[in-house]
């Protein structure tokens, strides 16, 4: 009776001690924490509803008053965030980084974007581009919109682009909406029948990277700090290198 007593009592206190977070994320880190979820949950006894948006998305979606717990996003968005008093005051953690690549169908032929003047050859070539919509707020295709118009090229490459509204760019070269595909390297090689030709050339590479905040007004930020500290472990080091993502 004592032992079931015990156990009553602590289920008990496990049960008030656990929260259930509202995470809002960033396309490209998205599978970082799907992948660490099932754990973090088993350990903690917490529960992640986890929504995706784009970086400019997340940024609307919080300045327009969306209740939630943690974000992950850039930088670069959270910073206006964070000085409109929409997030804790705590500067946001870096969690990983991610490159931008190329993708194409598997079995198409794997273009050459080896050097810079390659990479450039291979945008007026081909028949269509895929990005993410510059528009949507996604921090690869306003990079590449940028680069397009610092090269001159941005009409013929939007003459032809399937933009993206948010989601796996991938997805478009696999059903033949598009012959290349522009996308962080984490969310290409996401797509099984998709093929990650390489990373764009170091001297035009840009690196998106993901960090995390807590809600100014959460009241579970006890929880949210745990999985704060778990996307920072050994087992989320391993997770970022299977998806193509590194710390930062």
Known sequence: MRLLFALACAFAAQSVAAAELKVLTAGAFKPVVLALQPAFEQQTGHRLRIEND?????????????????????PASLKPLREAGKL???????????????????????????SVDAFRSVLLDARSVAYIDPAAGGSSGVYLDRLFERWGIAPQVRAKAVLVPGGLV????????????????????????AVLVGPLPAEIQNYTV??????????????????????????AVSVLRTRGMEAP
């Open 54 to 74: 784009t970086a400019g998305g997340l940024q609307k979606r919080i300045a327009g008053g969306e209740a939630f717990d943690v974000v992950f996003s850039s």
């Open 88 to 114: 804790a005051d705590a500067e946001p953690v870096p969690l990983a980084r991610v490159a931008i690549g190329v993708a194409v169908r598997k079995g198409a032929p794997l273009p050459d974007i080896s």
């Open 170 to 193: 991938a997805t478009r070269v696999v059903d033949g909406s598009a012959e290349v595909g522009i996308h962080q390297i984490s969310e290409i090689l996401a797509v099984p029948e």
């Open 210 to 235: 993901y960090a995390g905040a807590l809600a100014a007004q959460t009241k579970e930020a006890a929880a949210a700090r745990a999985l704060l500290a778990a996307l920072r472990g050994p087992d």
